[in-house]
């Protein structure tokens, strides 16, 4: 097992590509996510989805009970996390754990800071951006692999566990545990400015024809 010592090795700057030939073990899919497995704390830790929408790397809190973390492990943490509707997600602290990547064969191992939130999900762990940046590495949901560089500068794949990833969608539907995408920013605070229509102002006209009376509202919109 090869564990990462320098990340800012040139070695590790290689292009990463996927080809026609990268689509040749893919089954049509419903745009499922790119799920993959990973060993931390000695033990192979299944249904980690790899998504780029996540601002942070997440540990649910069911897994580390299961993993037999200890709590004194954890420590605090002051930002605010939100989930995919705006809800605030607790978090009941942080901590970084060894975490290895491997195809069966080669691998990369590297520390990644979990943020521990206290959250329902049909997933385990959660990998975002931190864990791309730091790995270097590219997932692409067309071809249902994560490709990535080794220290020697051989790129490594990882296919996407395809049953795991229609298990878990399934299940995320079914139990309305559809926390799978987290940031550091509630939606209201990303700066997107809506443009605001003027209201319309008018009056009521009332008319008689035929013996019946009709109403008629008359829009005037406010000077800009």
């Known amino acids: 097992m090869l564990v990462e010592a320098q990340e ?12 026609k030939a990268d689509l040749r073990d893919v089954v049509p899919h419903d745009n499922d996510s790119v799920v993959i497995s990973v060993v931390t704390v000695g033990r192979k830790v299944h249904r980690v989805p790899v998504n780029q929408g996540s601002s942070a790397d997440v ?35 942080h901590l970084e754990l060894r975490t290895t990547f491997t195809d069966g064969v080669a691998s ?15 997933y385990n762990i959660l990998l975002g951006r931190p864990m791309l940046n730091r790995l270097r590495a590219v997932a692409s949901t067309r071809h249902m ?24 969608y399934e299940n995320s539907l079914k139990t309305k545990r559809g926390v799978f995408i987290v940031t550091t920013r509630a939606p209201s605070e990303e700066g997107v400015a809506r443009e605001r229509r003027p209201e319309p ?14 109403k008629q509202h008359r829009t005037r919109l406010p000077k800009s």
């Open 108 to 122: 990369r191992t590297m520390n990644i800071r979990y943020l521990v939130v206290n959250a329902p999900s049909a």
């Open 8 to 19: 800012t090795d040139q070695s590790l700057d290689v292009d990463l590509v996927f080809t």
């Open 201 to 214: 102002t008018g009056e009521v006209l009332e008319r008689e024809i035929g013996g019946k009376t009709f």
């Open 59 to 93: 540990m649910f809190w069911t897994t580390f009970n299961k993993l037999q973390l200890s709590p004194d492990q954890l420590r605090p943490y002051t930002g605010c996390l939100y989930g995919f509707a705006g809800d605030q997600v607790e978090v009941r602290g």
């Open 145 to 168: 692999k994560m490709k990535f560089p080794d220290l020697g500068g051989k790129v490594i794949f990882i296919k996407s566990d395809k049953k795991e990833a229609k298990r878990c």
